[in-house]
């Protein structure tokens, strides 16, 4: 048998662990979400905090899906929330600017270098420019 922290135990009195199923219970997980992740927590609180926020993960994907990016939206997306011009970002991934502008009007698509860069620079997955490719290879 697994040994269970009493904190563990207290919690789950107060909201079981249980698939989310309503916006209103979300909002109370939230609320103790909050409530824990302000605090020195006890192992038994965050096994605890880590299935809760795993129970709220599934809901929010479920409940507010966030659609995919093709690869020129995540691009310009990057750009945009970087406050990036097309030189600078040409610069980034090692272009001039008229290039960039050939990537976002769909007349080029991102090298391989583009994409490693752009993945390296902004610290994301290069599956972020890759997922339209993967579906048609699978």
């Known amino acids: 048998m697994i ?3 009493k904190d563990y135990i207290k919690l ?4 079981p662990l249980v698939p989310i199923r309503n ?9 103790i979400l909050i409530e824990l ?4 927590m006890t192992p038994g609180e965050r096994d605890y905090f880590r299935v809760l926020g795993n129970l709220v993960g599934e809901y929010e994907d479920k409940r507010f899906p966030i659609p995919a990016m093709t690869p020129v939206e ?5 750009m945009e929330e970087n406050g990036l011009s097309r ?3 040409g610069k980034i991934i090692g272009c001039l600017a008229n290039r960039v502008t050939e990537i976002l ?3 080029r698509e991102l090298s391989k270098e583009h ?8 610290k994301v997955s290069t599956d972020l420019f890759l997922r339209p490719l993967l579906k048609k290879a699978g």
């Open 37 to 40: 992740s302000g605090k020195d």
């Open 87 to 89: 030189a600078e970002m």
């Open 115 to 122: 994409i490693a860069r752009l993945s390296a620079r902004f």
């Open 74 to 78: 995540a691009f310009q997306f990057l």
């Open 23 to 31: 916006d209103a219970h979300l909002r109370e997980a939230g609320a």
């Open 105 to 107: 009007n769909g007349k």
């Open 12 to 15: 789950t009195k107060q909201l």
């Open 3 to 5: 040994a269970v922290d």
